[in-house]
T-cell receptor, first 110, second 119 residues
């Protein structure tokens, strides 16, 4: 059965304290992996698409990486405005839908 | 521009009411989606429209009825809902779908959502 698991469920960081979020997946034929950011009561905001193992994407303080079993979202020197829930989603071959992970709620304290 | 708009932002309805949620995108995307999201949970797929035709219905109860009048618009008609249907309803769109020729990968862009409360 296709499965996407994110850890930790919640993460509290001090401003400037770098860390990583994990998204591990067990799917039959990964087509691609996506990272989203979601603020409370709002729709998810697209961050990155990763297509194949070894790929990396960067945007400001965020860097996403992909291996054959998992993806990491590295946050370097986070700021309070980075506080949000980060969702990963995978798409498998031949199915037009995302399998979402349950998300990691990030709280960055000033 | 990667904007998906949804109206209304908030909706309160009784269990006997009929209401509709609306979604619009002007990015030329050919696939549109409805998701339901409960508090502290990830979005759950409800329906997928591909080239204005319903391609996926995730066993959603018939009290939810989707409609795609044209490639830019997506509606969700609501009737005889239950209190447990209260949630954030999200619309999304993507340039294409995995079933397209070439099988390209398309990210989905989400709207801000409609917060639905059923009383």
């Amino acid at each position: 059965e296709d499965q996407v698991t994110q850890s930790p469920e919640a993460l509290r960081l001090q401003e400037g304290e770098s860390s990583s979020l994990n998204c591990s997946y067990t799917v039959s034929g990964l087509r691609g992996l996506f990272w989203y950011r979601q603020d409370p009561g709002k729709g998810p905001e697209f961050l990155f698409t990763l297509y194949s193992a070894g790929e990396e994407k960067e945007k400001e303080r965020l860097k996403a990486t992909l291996t054959k079993k998992e993806s990491f979202l590295h946050i370097t020197a986070p700021k309070p405005e980075d506080s949000a829930t980060y969702l990963c989603a995978v798409q498998v071959y031949n199915f037009n839908k995302f399998y979402f992970g349950s998300g990691t709620k990030l709280n960055v304290k000033p | 521009d990667t904007e998906v708009t949804q109206t209304p932002k908030h909706l309160v309805m009784g269990m006997t009411n009929k209401k509709s949620l609306k979604c619009e995108q002007h990015m030329g995307h050919r696939a549109m989606y409805w998701y339901k999201q409960k508090a502290k949970k990830p979005p759950e797929l409800m329906f997928v429209y591909s080239y204005e035709k319903l391609s996926i219905n995730e066993s959603v109860p018939s009290r939810f009825s989707p409609e795609c009048p044209n490639s830019s618009l997506l509606n969700l008609h609501l009737h005889a809902l239950q209190p447990e249907d209260s949630a954030l309803y999200l619309c999304a769109s993507s340039q294409g779908t995995p079933g397209d020729v070439g099988g390209a990968l398309y990210e989905q862009y989400f709207g801000p959502g409609t917060r639905l409360t059923v009383t």
